[in-house]
Nanobody, 125 residues
Framework: QLQLVESGGGLVQPGGSLRLSCAAS????????IGWFRQAPGKEREGVSC????????YYADSVKGRFTISRDNAKNTVYLQMNSLKPEETAVYYCAADVSCSSRYYDENRYDYWGQGTQVTVSS
């Protein structure tokens, strides 16, 4: 069974950068599209981005376009989320999740079968 583990979270100043990783075990990651979600305190979880199995298709939330980049290295069984120009309101727990495909409905949590435990990102001065 696929297991996902996020890492790379931490404390960063506004305008700073972080790169999150989503490492897979128990199954080959290349069989799965991967989405990133985040949940801020007191708010619902929201979709941030997704990437197809080959990496050729990606989607981003409008709020992160031009600042976040999703990528994958199937040889390392890992998906990355490079986050630049971070804002305080992006403080949240970030989760990765596995789906069959990456589509324009990447934000629908019900599509995803496997979830990681999340990694905390705090943007503060």
């Amino acid at each position: 069974q696929l297991q996902l583990v996020e890492s790379g979270g931490g404390l960063v100043q506004p305008g700073g950068s972080l790169r999150l990783s989503c490492a897979a075990s128990g199954s080959t990651l290349e069989y799965h599209a991967i989405g990133w979600f985040r949940q801020a305190p007191g708010k619902e979880r929201e979709g941030v981005s997704c990437i197809s199995r080959s990496g050729g298709i990606t989607y981003y939330a409008d709020s992160v376009k031009g600042r976040f980049t999703i990528s994958r290295d199937n040889a390392k069984n890992t998906v990355y989320l490079q986050m630049n120009s971070l804002k305080p309101e992006e403080t949240a727990v970030y989760y990765c999740a596995a789906d069959v495909s990456c589509s324009s409905r990447y934000y629908d949590e019900n599509r995803y079968d496997y979830w990681g435990q999340g990694t905390q990102v705090t943007v503060s001065s």
